[in-house]
């Protein structure tokens, strides 16, 4: 059997990677600390999508709770009657668009 090629490298030859010093400190280096980190936004969408999402959420939570024994039908009808709402709002809302 022949030699394998150890990790990064190809056919043997390294292979050019990008020095971690090149591509910035580390958060926690960064002179600006914790800020620097927060600046950058980590999720999409806008309010109104999220406000759907959250009504939409609540409708399942009371439907998934009204199920426990005995199941109290009503609330169950209610909680997914409260998710209805949050999908046409989500319509309404074009969180579809949300993609950027």
Do not use: K
């Not at 090149?22 to 926690?28: K, Q, T």
């Not at 009504?55 to 439907?63: E, K, R």
């Not at 024994?69 to 909680?79: E, I, N, R």
């Amino acid at each position: 059997m022949t030699e394998q090629p150890g990790s990064r490298t190809l056919s043997g030859t390294p292979t050019n990677a990008v020095a971690p010093e090149s591509i910035g400190p580390a958060p926690e280096e960064s002179p600006l600390g914790h800020a620097a980190a927060l600046a950058h936004d980590s999720f999409h969408g806008r309010p109104a999508s999220w406000v759907a999402v959250a009504i939409t959420v609540v409708g399942f939570i009371i439907g998934g709770l009204a199920f426990s024994s005995p199941p109290t039908w009503w609330l169950v009808y209610t909680g997914g009657g409260i998710a209805l709402l949050g999908f046409i709002v989500a319509g309404f809302a074009r969180m579809s668009e949300d993609w950027y």
